[in-house]
């Protein structure tokens, strides 16, 4: 800027401020036509017109606005503003019109002014989030989620969220989340639960011997009522017996307890227990590295009713090679409900031999059944339960392996 106009602009700065911001009640210049002087009169305030301009000897003279009129600066003007009248459509009265302020209006809850329509605040699209929550006067601002962050829903309300932390709930993360999904977690950080092996064959090795050979109707509410410690909760029962064969109810129900009553001393060691023995299975198993056609041979071996090619597809895809027969036998077990996946095993490895069936395959599992049947810790625990249980279960017949 040249140097003279910005000196010019300084000064004429300083002395508005001099003329009208320094005096109060504010001036104006005013010629008295009786005296021919220029006079400096002062100012109407808000809420007043001007009436009659100041004189040599009286100051000057404002009136109050009328109803529905108003000024809201000090001025010199002989008339008040009217009050805007009505509010547009879709605006409510903020604020009602007195003398010194004009009526408020405003775009109802949701809307924002756009010229002068009243208009939706945008909501952000999965994806998106609200960055600015939009107000009466404006639009909604939307971001793109940055990476860890997520919105899966339309909203002008929602802002990006956190991806879960699937470790820091002591859960796995199966499948990683972007901009519109949420990490998917799965149940435990037990490395068994990887593809979702529902009991695995310790456990079941481990609560067979709960299982009896004639289900009562209440079987299982009996059962979780004799547990001891933290008892498993009706509706848990409910969901298991809808949800669960008869035999498997009886797993389902024992693996909830052991869940939630995980700092109890004795069921610390049953997990400890279940463990080691998982950790055997894992180590037998980790050399059956099976094609699918081999996996589908195995199951075609066993006995009842099979598992679905598509079953086995799916546990191809989803699991790791060590676990995908453990998952197999898992599903097996599970639409057999009469069968003991042992037994079956045995039947299986039987039938195996008239296939080329890689012999490190073979040996493993027989490794795994060995270990197994060998697995003696559950008859000390067999009778610790009965001891816990008490007779109210033993009335309705346990059957002991
Ligand atoms: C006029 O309304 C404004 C707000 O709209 C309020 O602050 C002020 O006190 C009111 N004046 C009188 C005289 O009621
Ligand atoms: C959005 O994600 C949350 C958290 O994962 C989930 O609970 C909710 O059902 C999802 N909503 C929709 C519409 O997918
Ligand atoms: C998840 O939580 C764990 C433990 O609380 C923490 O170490 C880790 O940094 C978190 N991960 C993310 C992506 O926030
Ligand atoms: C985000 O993940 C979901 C499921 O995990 C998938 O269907 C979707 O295509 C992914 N979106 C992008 C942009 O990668
Ligand atoms: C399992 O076999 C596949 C192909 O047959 C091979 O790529 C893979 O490395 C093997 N994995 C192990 C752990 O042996």
Redesign the pocket.
């Known amino acids: 800027m040249n140097k003279v106009l910005c000196c010019a602009l300084v000064f004429l700065d300083i002395s508005i401020k001099w003329t009208t911001q320094e005096t109060f009640p504010p001036k104006y210049l005013h010629h008295d036509p009786e005296t021919s002087r220029q006079l400096m009169c002062d100012k109407c305030p808000p809420g007043t017109y001007l009436k009659q301009h100041c004189t040599a000897r009286r100051k000057t003279v404002c009136a109050p606005c009328p109803d529905n009129y108003y000024t809201d600066t000090w001025h010199i003007s002989d008339e008040c503003l009217y009050c805007t009248p009505v509010c547009k459509e879709l605006q409510y009265i903020k604020q009602e019109c007195n003398r010194t302020h004009n009526r408020v209006c405003e775009c109802e809850e949701g809307r924002y002014l756009e010229v002068e329509f009243c208009l939706k605040h945008r909501s952000c699209p999965p994806g998106f989030g609200v960055l600015h929550t939009g107000t009466p006067e404006r639009n909604t601002v939307c971001k793109r989620c940055p990476d860890g962050f997520?919105s899966?829903?339309t909203s002008s309300k929602a802002p990006c969220?956190k991806h879960?932390n699937c470790s820091a709930s002591g859960l796995l993360l199966t499948q990683r989340g972007n901009a519109t999904?949420?990490n998917v977690c799965s149940g435990s950080g037990e490395p068994t639960h990887i593809c979702g092996i529902d009991v695995t064959l310790c456990e079941e090795a481990f609560f067979r011997f709960a299982v009896p050979t004639k289900f009562t109707p209440d079987w299982l509410s009996v059962l979780a009522d004799s547990l001891p410690g933290t008892k498993v909760n009706a509706e848990s029962v409910e969901r298991i017996k809808r949800r669960h064969s008869s035999q498997e109810q009886t797993f389902q129900l024992l693996k909830l307890w052991k869940h939630q009553n995980k700092e109890q001393d004795m069921v610390k060691k049953i997990i400890q227990d279940i463990d080691l023995c998982e950790s055997n299975v894992r180590r037998h198993m980790s050399h059956a590295n099976l094609t699918s056609e081999q996996l589908r041979r195995l199951m075609e071996s066993l006995p009842g009713k099979k598992v679905s090619t598509e079953d086995i597809e799916k546990t191809t895809k989803a699991c790791q090679p060590s676990e995908q027969i453990l998952k197999l036998l898992s599903l097996w077990r599970i639409k057999n409900g009469d069968q003991d996946t042992l037994k079956g095993l045995i039947h299986a490895l039987k039938h195996l031999k008239t296939y080329h069936f890689p012999k490190t395959v073979t040996q493993s599992l027989k490794k795994t059944i060995r270990f197994l049947h060998g697995f003696t810790m559950y008859r000390l625990y067999q009778k610790l339960f009965l001891e816990m249980i008490g007779n109210q279960v033993q009335s309705v017949k346990i059957s002991c392996l």
């Open positions: 997520f899966n829903e969220r879960t999904h949420d």
